[in-house]
């Protein structure tokens, strides 16, 4: 299994304002996935950053407000940009294992005033 | 995508009690995910179980891929069970199910 840490695990900010959510793998990985989780909520799935390309955006999903770099197999970062109280969620980072099997950090709990 | 449904969306349990939840998806998988989700968000992997049946302590997971769903059994519950149980199945991509929140009482 995989070991995954993120940064931060909650923050308050103002509308108007960007906010960068690291994860980082304790093992290379080729694929990490972000989620969002709004409140009383499934997830979805945001992008799929793969290292070397630009992330894959799933539908709803934009660059602009989400971009995601993936410098090296054991880091990415997600921005949220210009946020509304309406991005207030939980982001996930996850990997999948060997197997197939996924596997999560502990989640950025963001809240916008 | 792939449609996945949970039931009940609600429960509420004395200790003690036992309970059966269960996950419809829509289509063959290649994949499916048991995760529970402790009151501060944190996802934890309960069973990874694409066919057949599993068990870990009180907890065991049951999938008919055939038939296109999956129970997740809890026996003896406690109060540290409580919070939401999500199943995920994938093709291409992982897919969560609607949830289940779980309460557990004294």
């Known amino acids: 299994s995989a070991v995954i840490s993120q940064k931060p695990s909650r923050d308050i900010c103002q509308r108007g304002t960007s906010l960068t959510i690291q994860c980082q793998v304790d093992?290379?990985?080729?694929?990490m996935f972000w989620y969002r989780q709004q409140p009383g909520q499934s997830l979805t799935l945001i992008a799929t950053?793969?290292?070397?390309?630009?992330?894959?955006?799933e539908s709803g999903f934009v660059i602009d407000k989400f971009p995601i770099s993936r410098p090296n197999l054991t880091f990415s970062t997600l921005t949220v940009s210009n946020m509304s109280p309406e991005d207030s969620s939980i982001y996930l980072c996850?990997?999948?294992?060997?197997?197939?099997?996924?596997?999560f950090g502990e989640g950025s709990r963001l809240t916008v005033l | 995508g792939i449609q996945v449904e949970q039931s009940p969306p609600d429960l509420i349990l004395q200790e003690g009690a036992n309970s059966t939840l269960r996950c419809n998806f829509s289509?063959?998988?290649?994949?499916l995910q048991w995760f529970h989700q402790n009151p501060w968000g944190q996802l934890i992997n309960l069973f990874y179980?694409?066919?057949g049946t599993k068990q870990n302590g009180r907890l065991s997971a049951t999938t008919v891929a055939t038939e296109r769903y999956s129970l997740l059994y809890i026996s003896s519950s406690q109060t540290t069970d409580s919070g939401v149980y999500f199943c995920?199945?994938?093709?291409?991509?992982?897919?969560f199910g609607t949830g289940t929140s779980l309460t557990v009482i004294p």
């Open positions: 093992s290379q990985v080729t694929m």
């Open positions: 179980i694409p066919s």
């Open positions: 995920a199945v994938s093709i291409n991509q992982f897919y």
């Open positions: 950053a793969n290292q070397g390309s630009e992330a894959t955006y």
């Open positions: 996850s990997v999948p294992g060997s197997d197939g099997e996924l596997f």
């Open positions: 289509d063959s998988v290649n994949n």
